[in-house]
């Protein structure tokens, strides 16, 4: 029985601003991930990353900080200052499969390196004063490599896992290992919660069913696409076309309100809306407009038109990406 609903990190999407005016408007998680921040060896938090990470702005949302490295110092670094910062449990990224990354060692990059990981997990182990939780992918190419990933993960309290059913050469596309993550849940000695290309209550309901097993499931670009999802899973009703938006107005102003700049504001509402427009039908010809208007005038007459002339769904359909 699933007992608890994590709004997943989409850095550039589910920053602050949107998961302040998703959880007033919609919400129906019990923890919201903050996408990854990175730490240098330098140990600073730069003014950027202090204003994701802001406790004030982040009071009264149920909020996970997410750190991304390979280095166990800066990993317990990050760790003390969030945990000054007042945050109860840091989580680890193994799952970002970007080419930039990747390269780097880091994200799911660190999973082509057990030895390695092993080394990073036992000196963090060993120092961290807060829970840690991972989010990781299965493996680089073939999902059998989890195998060898969980008896690593197994060897460390965990607070929970977090698995993407895919291994990074998929990055966020392809059907998702349901097999292996039977397997990673029976095996794991730790806390385990799914995550992967779950848009619609049905198809929660499906994963339920499959595994009776899995306390928590993690949605991310369902709930954007959908933005009442977490609430129907909690009984709740979907959403409406003037709740939409109410939702997508105050995004809006609010993100004018963020970064001082109504076109910055309106870049990111094409990201929302490039999932959110698969909530409405018929909806081809301004989708088209949305991918390529040019100033925020133009993007508010898109807005109005959508609001004004599309059919609404109850939920989405087709492809997340
Ligand atoms: C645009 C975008 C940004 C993402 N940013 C992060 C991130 O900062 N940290 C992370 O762990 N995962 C990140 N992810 C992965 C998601 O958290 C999630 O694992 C993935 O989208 C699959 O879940 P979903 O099908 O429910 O969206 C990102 C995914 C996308 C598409």
Same mark, same amino acid.
């Given at each position: 029985? =699933?007992?608890?609903?994590?709004?997943?990190?989409?850095?550039?999407? %589910?920053?602050?601003?949107? @998961?302040?005016?998703?959880? $007033?408007h919609f919400?129906?998680?019990?923890?919201?991930?903050?996408?990854f921040?990175?730490?240098?060896d330098h140990?600073?938090?730069?003014?950027?990353?202090?204003?994701?990470?802001?406790?004030?702005?982040? $009071?009264?949302?149920?909020?996970?900080?997410?750190?991304?490295s390979c280095?166990?110092?800066?990993?317990?670094? *990050? %760790?003390?200052?969030?945990?000054?910062?007042?945050?109860?449990?840091?989580?680890?990224?193994?799952?970002?499969?970007?080419?930039?990354v990747?390269?780097?060692?880091?994200? !799911?990059?660190?999973?082509?390196?057990? /030895?390695?990981?092993?080394?990073?997990f036992?000196?963090?182990?060993?120092?961290?004063?807060?829970?840690?939780?991972?989010?990781? @992918?299965?493996?680089?190419?073939?999902?059998?490599? #989890?195998?060898?990933?969980?008896?690593?993960?197994?060897?460390?309290? =965990? !607070?929970?896992?977090?698995?993407? !059913?895919?291994?990074?050469?998929?990055?966020?596309?392809?059907?998702?290992?349901?097999?292996?993550?039977? $397997?990673a849940?029976?095996?794991?000695?730790?806390?385990?919660?799914?995550n992967?290309?779950?848009?619609?209550? *049905?198809?929660?309901?499906?994963?339920? /069913? @499959?595994? +009776?097993?899995?306390?928590?499931?993690?949605?991310?670009?369902?709930a954007?696409?959908?933005?009442?999802?977490?609430?129907?899973?909690?009984?709740?009703?979907?959403?409406?076309?003037?709740?939409?938006q109410?939702?997508?107005?105050?995004?809006?102003?609010?993100?004018? *309100?963020?970064?001082?700049?109504?076109?910055?504001?309106a870049?990111?509402?094409? /990201?929302?809306?490039?999932?959110?427009i698969?909530?409405?039908?018929?909806?081809?010809?301004?989708?088209?407009?949305?991918? $390529? #208007?040019?100033? +925020?005038?133009?993007?508010?007459?898109?807005?109005?038109?959508?609001? *004004?002339?599309?059919?609404?769904?109850?939920?989405? /359909?087709?492809?997340?990406?």
């Amino acid at each position: 029985m =699933i007992q608890r609903y994590d709004l997943a990190p989409l850095d550039g999407i %589910t920053k602050v601003v949107f @998961r302040r005016v998703w959880n $007033r408007h919609f919400g129906g998680a019990d923890r919201c991930f903050i996408p990854f921040f990175s730490p240098t060896d330098h140990h600073v938090m730069t003014a950027r990353d202090f204003r994701e990470l802001d406790p004030a702005q982040n $009071r009264d949302l149920p909020s996970v900080p997410q750190v991304m490295s390979c280095k166990a110092p800066d990993f317990v670094w *990050a %760790t003390e200052v969030l945990g000054d910062l007042g945050y109860t449990e840091v989580n680890l990224n193994l799952g970002c499969p970007s080419g930039t990354v990747t390269a780097k060692g880091k994200g !799911a990059g660190f999973l082509a390196k057990p /030895e390695e990981l092993d080394r990073f997990f036992d000196e963090v182990f060993s120092q961290v004063k807060l829970p840690v939780s991972v989010k990781t @992918r299965l493996g680089i190419s073939d999902p059998a490599e #989890f195998e060898r990933l969980l008896e690593i993960y197994n060897r460390y309290p =965990i !607070a929970c896992l977090t698995i993407h !059913a895919r291994v990074q050469k998929e990055k966020y596309r392809g059907p998702v290992h349901l097999e292996e993550f039977g $397997r990673a849940l029976e095996n794991s000695r730790n806390p385990v919660c799914y995550n992967g290309d779950l848009r619609t209550v *049905a198809e929660v309901r499906t994963l339920e /069913e @499959r595994f +009776p097993g899995v306390e928590s499931v993690m949605i991310g670009r369902g709930a954007v696409a959908d933005p009442a999802l977490l609430r129907k899973l909690r009984g709740g009703p979907a959403a409406t076309r003037e709740e939409l938006q109410a939702f997508m107005q105050d995004l809006y102003r609010e993100y004018q *309100a963020f970064y001082g700049q109504v076109g910055t504001a309106a870049q990111r509402m094409r /990201e929302v809306w490039f999932y959110l427009i698969h909530l409405f039908d018929d909806a081809e010809r301004l989708n088209k407009k949305l991918r $390529r #208007f040019k100033n +925020p005038g133009e993007y508010e007459a898109i807005e109005a038109a959508i609001f *004004a002339e599309l059919p609404l769904r109850d939920h989405s /359909e087709g492809d997340l990406i």
